[in-house]
């Protein structure tokens, strides 16, 4: 038979002492010597496959408990009758089915295994193509005089664009790492930078209380937008499938001035003003649900609310409350997707704006159908996350705790999959994108985390540290895959290309760095 050695286990989220059973307690304390469960791997199990909601799929089927993940794919591909060969990971209860059943079987508890009679087996979509991991430093882009802020990557992963204390953009030609344009016109700290989804415009935004439209193939500026009366602290653009035909997204900016603001993009001229947080507004985000009318706008400020608007009315829609401080995050499950538009891993070029929404419809209606729904999850100085189902319900889903510090970045895998959240603990967790439900812990930092980015095929996650250096971890094995020092100082911001080939980093050490294989 198949003999399971604890070090072959998954990384599964440890209990508190509280939660322990009284022999569970004893196990620990060394008392009691826990026998490895053996599992003969011939003998026969009834498996029921469900989709990552829970829902049985196919007919129940009599396997051997020596049935590979290999196996297990080549059965979900058929019953789903996929006409080309998808990857597929499985889970049984918590465990990831490694090797074959017999070893996630052995792994679960006591109860578990005796009172199902039927063993469900859950499977998750993997991307079909893989994403490499960053391994080096390629170019050390000298030009900003004062620290990097923040920096974003075109959705085309053509050009990079970064914003600085300096008060300049500066736009970068990928394709050699040299400076494309320097754009002049902030005068104060630029603090946001944002592509449109079709890439024909580039959104910054700072403490000189303006947001301004650049034209990044000359770096002209096309717009100023004015109104705002103190800093602007996000700015967000409308996803392409929920824009009007023919026309170009429109954009929203928060602002410490309580307000947001919505703008049309070609005129420049403000469309409305949203206004009903008593504090300061620190993220927005445009959601592509109810694209018919033109999406819904999120909002997370320094009241601790979470506000849903309706952008094309102006009308306040709800509010979310729950946490007990200052919002500084708030990321969505489709966020990947709609930054990019029509834009995928593959590099596809398109002819006209039209062409791009009608790819940017299709690629949103596949997310959708691959996460379930549109989530949004808000992180919080109170330690503390929220998942929503924002556009459905006031209440959340789940409350998500063990941050020992301030939850200052959270973002969801590309696949809806999974949830990372940085925080100040000089740590980054892992959380299940549909339930909220911990994973783990990624430890490795030995400074604050002020970020992290996912890469296209959610496999992997990047993050910046103020301890100076930029790591790579991998999500399956919950480990660190590429340690990357090179930073003089701390690494404030971070993105990852959507065709998977550049990770770029802002520091205080004035240098954008761009990492690739």
């Not at 991307?127 to 974003?152: K, N, P, Q, Y």
């Not at 930078?193 to 580039?202: F, I, K, V, Y």
């Amino acid at each position: 038979g198949l003999a399971w050695e604890p070090a072959m286990a998954p990384i599964v989220p440890a209990k508190r002492a509280c939660e322990l059973n009284p022999e569970e307690r004893l196990i620990k304390r060394g008392k009691i010597v826990k026998e490895p469960v053996k599992i003969d791997p011939e003998a026969q199990v009834i498996i029921q496959f469900h989709d990552p909601e829970g829902n049985a799929y196919g007919d129940q089927l009599d396997v051997p408990f020596g049935t590979s993940k290999e196996e297990l794919a080549t059965l979900i591909n058929k019953l789903l009758e996929n006409p080309e060969t998808n990857p597929y990971s499985f889970h049984v209860g918590d465990h990831e089915v490694k090797n074959n059943l017999a070893e996630a079987f052995a792994l679960l508890s006591k109860k578990e295994r005796s009172s199902e009679a039927v063993l469900k087996v859950t499977y998750y979509p993997l991307a079909v193509f893989r994403i490499r991991s960053v391994t080096r430093c390629t170019s050390s882009m000298e030009g900003h005089s004062e620290a990097v802020l923040c920096v974003s990557f075109s959705p085309d992963s053509m050009m990079l664009a970064s914003g600085s204390g300096d008060t300049t953009v500066r736009l970068w030609d990928l394709s050699t790492e040299l400076p494309h344009r320097e754009c002049k016109g902030h005068k104060h700290h630029v603090l946001c930078t944002a592509w449109s989804p079709c890439g024909s415009r580039l959104a910054t935004a700072g403490m000189d209380k303006v947001a301004l439209l650049w034209n990044p193939k000359d770096g002209k500026l096309m717009a100023t937008l004015r109104g705002h009366t103190h800093p602007v602290t996000a700015v967000t653009w409308q996803p392409l499938h929920a824009a009007m035909e023919g026309q170009l997204p429109r954009v929203a900016t928060a602002s410490k001035d309580k307000s947001i603001r919505v703008w049309d993009a070609s005129s420049g001229l403000r469309l409305a003003t949203l206004s009903g947080h008593s504090a300061p507004v620190m993220q927005i985000r445009w959601s592509g649900e109810c694209a018919d009318t033109g999406g819904l706008l999120y909002s997370g400020g320094r009241d601790r609310s979470v506000k849903v608007w309706n952008p094309a009315s102006g009308v306040f829609v709800r509010e979310l409350k729950g946490h007990a401080h200052w919002v500084n995050t708030l990321a969505l499950n489709t966020d990947a997707t709609t930054r990019t538009g029509g834009h995928d891993h593959t590099g596809k070029l398109f002819a006209t704006l039209e062409e791009q929404r009608q790819a940017a419809i299709v690629r949103y209606q596949e997310c959708i159908k691959r996460c379930g729904a549109e989530r949004m999850l808000s992180g919080s100085d109170d330690l503390t996350s929220f998942l929503w189902r924002p556009s459905e319900a006031k209440q959340p889903i789940c409350r998500l705790t063990g941050h020992q510090k301030i939850v200052n970045h959270c973002a969801f895998s590309p696949d809806g999959r999974y949830i990372s959240s940085a925080s100040f603990d000089k740590s980054i967790r892992l959380w299940d994108g549909r339930t909220g439900k911990y994973i783990c812990a990624l430890r490795g930092h030995v400074g604050d985390v002020y970020m992290a980015v996912w890469s296209a095929d959610s496999r992997m996650l990047c993050t910046a540290s103020k301890d100076s250096t930029v790591k790579v971890w991998d999500v399956y094995a919950r480990k660190l895959h590429e340690d990357l020092p090179g930073h003089a100082d701390e690494v404030y911001a971070l993105d990852w290309s959507a065709d998977g080939a550049r990770v770029a980093s802002g520091s205080k050490d004035r240098l954008v760095k761009i990492w690739r294989h």
